[in-house]
């Protein structure tokens, strides 16, 4: 009975054709996509070393006109040369979200801005000292693991909202774990443990509250 | 490059519903989805069944759309079949049955309310027809439809059931603006189905069955109050063929506000992921062709994959960045005011992700492409209901979706000893 009920259905067929064809279009746009999103990343790599390349040029400049010029510290306006390194550091931060913080691109980017930041930071620290500005200058050490520091994104954000409140706050942040003699020379200096604030010169160590900070700027 | 286990989710999403589509649109390419123009040679009888619970106020309409159907008098009896109604219901359709003589229309009801699929099931074994109809009572049938429909069955001895094009009857607010986008959408989607037999429901209202399969398959059975989904997967079983028409049209009342509509919705996933695991066998087997390789997965891994979607990149993307952000907002004491001082529109081309960007590009496209072809075999106009409607249905439809599918899960996981199936 169900053999002639059989001979009378409804011939089942496969698309075979139509589901490969339909496999390469979308196997085809896919790859287009991931490619291209690949291709984009890596432009923007070179961009930001690009960024960075000129401004260690540019920091460099100045430190030379000083010298053979005798030209006076103290004239120096330090908002241009400010804001272009907030921009390096804001393409540092894009690209470590983009790639990821163990990528090795991002780790080697990151270690040479760690440069820029110390020769940032000795720039607005000898204006400071030798030309009495009122400035306040603070270093954060952190780290991105989160077992080994579990406050450093929240303190993070926390000089994140200092810097944007007092105008005259420089705050320089350090992965404590890039291996690199000069951010180890600094390192040894402040005696850096686990998430290290230096406000100021004086060293603190842990997570550190906003009104503690805001006491110690002033 | 990290990739975390998110952006994988959204990616073989993506890929999936890609694949999908452009399948689809091969199939649009390779045989389109009108059908020859047939013309009606003869008139059959044709037996409507009409189950009717608390409908006051709709029943008048629907009896009214099939009492005026371009179809002999002669040649219709209609079982309209009250299921214990608590309104007023029997006196309307007692008194409409007075006042049209002239139709042949038989009241039944039942001793209690059983549903639907008994009181469709009452008029099928009472039904003379050669073919066999069951309308809802809020829908309304063009007159044309039968003669759109049947001569279908008259080129095709394995044809079982036509299936009209629905259409949401005069939407009024934006969810049934979303519906009504939804419907035209399925309905063109469901005449690609069609063409390479995939059809995996025949709706409720009007589908035209011939009587002699639909007895022979063993009626219609209770089935987690999703019985058209589950007579149409036994069709299937029985290598029936199952034809969606775009010419003949007949209306329908969406829920008007979202609990009716979560409702509804819970109802028909909820029924579909159960009858599916009844006939779990056809899924993957090469024995059913396309519907068993590639249309029963697709509806069987959706609820699946739109529950893994929702869950992985809402946590991923909203919960988890919100639960971060509150966290340190604690830090500054939620005192915003700096932001709002600084605050200054920037645009950096490196925060773009082109990557998403092109496959964003590329849906949209497809998505655009389907859109205008759905709304050109079906008749209508893209902007019928205002600009709003299409974006509407695109932004909010697929997650509107998802949320049901998430209740539906978690009503199978925890409370299945609950359910009143």
């Known amino acids: 009975m169900y053999v002639i009920f059989c001979f009378f259905m409804v011939e089942r067929a496969l698309s075979k054709k139509r589901y490969f064809i339909a496999f390469i279009f979308s196997a085809a746009i896919f790859l287009i996509g991931l490619l291209l999103g690949l291709l984009l990343t890596g432009s923007k790599l070179e ?15 100045f430190d030379i006109q000083g010298a053979l010029l005798e030209e006076d510290i103290c004239d120096f306006q330090v908002e241009e040369f400010d804001r272009e390194f907030n921009m390096i550091t804001e393409q540092v931060s894009v690209m470590e979200g983009e790639l990821g913080k163990y990528d090795e691109d991002v780790l080697r980017m990151k270690e040479y801005y760690s440069l820029l930041e110390i020769r940032h930071w000795m720039f607005i620290k000898g204006l400071k000292e030798d030309c009495g500005r009122d400035y306040n200058i603070i270093l954060f050490f952190y780290s ?9 994104e929240m303190q993070g954000y926390l000089l994140g909202y200092i810097n944007q409140k007092y105008d005259n706050v420089f705050i320089y942040s350090f992965d404590k774990n890039i291996q690199n003699s000069a951010l180890g020379l600094l390192k040894d200096k402040y005696n850096v443990n686990g998430l290290t604030l230096v406000i100021n010169d004086r060293v603190s160590y842990g997570f550190m509250e906003k009104e503690e900070i805001e006491d110690k700027l002033y | 490059m990290e990739i975390s286990y998110a952006q994988i989710l959204i990616w073989i999403a993506y890929f999936v519903s890609l694949y999908l589509v452009i399948f689809w649109l091969l199939t649009f390419l390779e045989k389109g989805v009108w059908l020859k123009k047939r013309r009606i040679e003869r008139f059959p009888l044709v037996s409507v069944a009409v189950p009717v619970w608390n409908e006051e106020g709709n029943i008048s309409l629907t009896l009214d759309s099939l009492v005026n159907l371009n179809y002999p008098r002669d040649k219709l009896e209609i079982f309209v079949v009250n299921d214990c109604s608590t ?48 309308l809802d009572a809020d829908s309304v ?38 519906q009504w986008c939804e419907y035209l959408l399925n309905f063109f989607y469901k005449s690609l189905m069609s063409m390479i037999d995939c059809v995996h429901v025949a709706p ?82 090469k024995k059913y062709g396309d519907f068993g390789m590639l249309q029963l997965p697709r509806v069987f891994l959706s609820g699946f994959l739109a529950v893994g979607l929702i869950g992985f990149t ?40 082109y990557m ?19 709304y050109k075999f079906t008749r209508e106009k893209v902007f019928k209901y205002g600009f709003i409607t299409v974006p509407a249905y695109v932004i909010l439809y697929g997650f509107m979706a998802s949320i049901v599918w998430c209740g539906v899960f978690f009503d199978l996981l925890f409370k299945r000893k609950k359910l009143k199936w």
């Open chain 1, 47 to 61: 961009f930001v070393e690009k960024y960075q390349q000129d401004f260690r040029t540019q920091s460099m400049t």
């Open chain 1, 144 to 152: 991105n693991e989160e077992e080994e520091c579990s406050d450093c």
């Open chain 2, 87 to 134: 309104d007023n219901s029997k006196g309307e359709i007692l008194n409409y049955i007075q006042n049209y003589k002239g139709v042949n229309i038989i009241y039944l009801e039942n001793e209690v309310n059983s549903g639907k699929y008994f009181s469709v099931n009452k008029a099928l074994r009472l039904a003379n027809g050669e073919f066999f109809v069951c």
């Open chain 2, 141 to 178: 049938v063009e007159p044309e439809a039968l003669n759109k429909m049947l001569p279908h069955f008259d080129y095709d001895d394995q044809l079982a059931v036509v299936l009209p094009l629905m259409k949401i009857a005069a939407p009024e607010n934006t969810l049934q603006k979303i």
């Open chain 2, 204 to 285: 409720g209202p009007f589908s035209v069955y011939k009587k002699e399969i639909l007895v022979k398959i063993g009626g219609i059975r209770k089935a987690h109050h999703t019985e058209d989904f589950e007579v149409s997967l036994r069709l299937q079983r029985n290598h029936y063929r199952l034809l969606q028409v775009l010419d003949a049209e007949v209306y329908t009342k969406p829920p008007k506000n979202l609990k009716d509509f979560y409702r509804q919705r819970n109802r028909w996933y909820k029924g579909t992921m159960l009858n599916l695991f009844d006939y779990k066998r056809m899924i993957f087997s």
């Open chain 2, 314 to 353: 809402s946590y991923r993307y909203i919960l988890k960045p919100l639960w971060k952000k509150i966290w340190n907002w604690s830090a500054i004491n939620f005192d915003f005011s700096v932001w709002f001082q600084n605050f200054h529109l920037s645009f950096n081309w490196l925060k773009i992700n």
């Open chain 2, 356 to 374: 998403n960007g092109f496959f964003f590009l590329v849906s949209i496209t497809l998505g655009l492409i389907i859109v205008l072809y759905a």
